[in-house]
């Protein structure tokens, strides 16, 4: 299994999976590459239909798992809890990371610990909604 924690600070590039921790893999590292890029090229395709930015430049997505099945777990949250599109946007996620070659399944998980905060905004997102 490889995980990438999205975890970032202030002196980081917020857009980049700076922290990102990758465990010893069973996939070779070429196609783990390949596939944690188009992984976040599909969480980039994903946007809050309030917010005029992505969800994984916003900092939405907490943790990403590739399993050594090829199968991708994938902790998120939401600006706010009672966001009114909370039920469908792990859907929308599960369908953009699941259309990912190579991928066989995508489990999404909505936690709210820790509180998401503008601070996990990258720059761009940042520009984006007029914060910069």
Do not use: H
Request: aromatic content about 6%; some cysteine.
């Amino acid at each position: 299994m490889t995980t990438m924690d999205e975890t970032r600070n202030d002196t980081e590039d917020a857009g980049a999976p700076a922290d990102s921790v990758f465990s010893a893999s069973a996939i070779p590292e070429d196609e783990l590459v390949r596939l944690t890029d188009d992984i976040i090229g599909a969480l980039k395709t994903v946007y809050d239909p309030e917010i005029p930015a992505d969800i994984y430049e916003l900092g939405l997505i907490y943790r990403i798992d590739i399993e050594d099945d090829r199968s991708v777990k994938i902790d998120m949250t939401l600006t706010a809890p009672g966001c009114p599109v909370a039920g469908e946007m792990p859907g929308w996620v599960e369908n953009a990371v699941g259309a990912v070659e190579g991928v066989s399944g995508v489990d999404v998980k909505m936690v709210f610990d820790p509180p998401w905060t503008p601070d996990r905004m990258s720059e761009e997102a940042q520009v984006a909604v007029g914060w910069y």
